[in-house]
């Protein structure tokens, strides 16, 4: 299994402003994902960071909005900006350490943010 | 597009007792896994067991069990001996080649000592 460190676990924040979050694993892994859960939902796919390339974002969410980096294997930044009351959310990132179908998943204990 | 339903939004279970939780999934794909993780209120998603769609035999991990019925395309979690470190949401997940890893809505277990 991976250890993923996601930092911070939980902000509040001001209308307006952005947030990074990051995401550190212990080993090098080929996918990494980043999710939205709002209060009492389900887990929703922002997107994927892709290693040299640009992140891959599902319907719904722009790159404008949240800004994704993954510099290395082991690392990715999640950025929400101009951020208002209903970006408040948990945010998970995750991790597949390969492309064979059925990989698990891997979670980070996620960040709590607040909007005000 | 593939859907991962889960139509209790809340279950309660007596302390060693046995629970199941249920969940259905449309797919027209015949290679896919299918997952239960739990999400208990520190919030990190904890995978609980795995099942192969190829594996005709229901996968096992202690007092965990599924009954994966491919056909009817139904996948419950029966908990057995409820523990009160059971409590927590859980979340059924598909996933099959090319495809993002989909959740059900979740099942809120909820455990009385």
């Known amino acids: 299994s991976a250890v993923i460190s996601q930092k911070p676990s939980r902000d509040i924040c001001q209308r307006g402003t952005s947030l990074t979050i990051q995401c550190q694993v212990d080993s090098q892994v080929t996918m990494m994902f980043w999710y939205r859960q709002q209060p009492g939902q389900s887990l929703t796919l922002i997107a994927t960071a892709n290693q040299g390339s640009e992140a891959t974002y599902e319907s719904g969410f722009v790159i404008d909005k949240f800004p994704i980096s993954r510099p290395n294997l082991t690392f990715s930044t999640l950025t929400v900006s101009n951020m208002s009351p209903e970006d408040s959310s948990i945010y998970l990132c995750?991790?597949?350490?390969?492309?064979?179908?059925?990989?698990?998943?891997?979670f980070g204990a996620g960040t709590r943010l607040s909007v005000l | 597009a593939q859907t991962v339903t889960q139509s209790q939004p809340e279950m309660s279970v007596q302390e060693a007792e046995t629970v199941t939780l249920s969940c259905t999934y449309d797919t027209s794909e015949s290679d896919y896994y299918l997952f239960w993780y739990k999400q208990p209120p520190s919030r990190q998603m904890i995978l609980v067991i795995r099942q192969e769609a190829y594996k005709q035999q229901n996968a096992t991990e202690n007092r965990f069990s599924v009954n994966f019925q491919k056909a009817a395309k139904s996948f419950s979690l029966k908990i057995s001996d409820s523990q009160l470190g059971d409590a927590a949401m859980y979340f059924c997940a598909y996933h099959a080649s090319g495809s993002r890893l989909t959740f059900g809505e979740g099942t809120q277990l909820t455990v009385n000592p």
């Open positions: 995750s991790v597949e350490g390969g492309q064979r179908v059925g990989n698990i998943q891997y």
